[in-house]
C-alpha cells in the first residue's frame, strides 16, 4: 500500500508556492489549461492547476507551453537552418544562423528548393544505391578453403595469386 502525503506531494519535493490568503495570481495562465509539448509528439496534458504546471516544468523544463505545435512550427518555418545562398561567379555558401547571413550582404540570394528538384536528387540518390546493390550482387563469393572458412588470397604481383600457406 502507498502511503498518501498531504497535497499529494512525495517526500523531498517542496510543496507549490501558494500566493498569501489563497488569492488567485495576475497575469499566470487561467486553469483548468491545455498545454501541448514542444520537443515531441504526444497527445496535448490538461493542466487542473498551478501545483500540477510546477511539477510538470520541474521534470520537463521548457518542453511544454499553451501555442499548438502547429502555430509554433508554422512561425519557425520561416527560419530553418542551414540555408544555401549563392551569387553570381562565386561558389555557393551554406549558412547555418542569422548573424551568417545577415553578414552576407545584399548580393546573395537564398536558392529555393523546389519540389521537383527535391524529386530528382531522391530518384538519383535512390538510383546510385541500386546500381551500389547490384554491383555488390555481382561480385562472386570469396574462396572458401576444406574447413569453410572464407579466406582472401595473397596478391604477388611478380608470381601470380596463390592461396596462403597451409601449416
Not at 131 to 140: D, I, L, T, V
Not at 147 to 159: C, I, T
Amino acid at each position: 500500500m502507498t502511503p498518501s502525503y498531504p497535497g499529494g506531494y512525495y517526500p523531498g519535493q517542496p510543496p507549490a508556492q501558494q500566493p498569501p490568503g489563497g488569492a488567485p495570481t495576475t497575469g499566470g495562465p487561467t486553469f483548468p489549461a491545455v498545454y501541448y509539448s514542444r520537443k515531441t509528439v504526444v497527445p496535448p496534458l490538461v493542466i487542473k492547476d498551478q501545483a500540477m504546471l510546477d511539477r510538470l516544468n520541474a521534470i520537463q523544463p521548457n518542453e511544454w507551453d499553451t501555442v499548438p505545435p502547429t502555430q509554433t512550427a508554422a512561425s519557425e518555418a520561416k527560419d530553418q537552418y542551414p540555408k544555401l545562398f549563392f551569387n553570381v561567379n562565386i561558389d555557393p555558401q551554406i549558412i547555418g544562423s542569422a548573424e551568417q547571413e545577415a553578414a552576407l550582404g545584399s548580393d546573395w540570394k537564398q536558392f529555393q528548393f523546389t519540389q521537383a528538384l527535391v524529386n530528382a536528387a531522391q530518384a538519383q540518390v535512390t538510383a546510385a544505391l541500386r546500381a551500389q546493390a547490384a554491383k555488390a550482387a555481382a561480385q562472386p563469393p570469396p574462396a572458401a578453403d576444406a574447413s569453410g572458412a572464407q579466406y582472401q588470397y595473397q596478391q604477388y604481383p611478380q608470381y601470380g595469386t596463390y592461396p596462403p600457406q597451409q601449416p
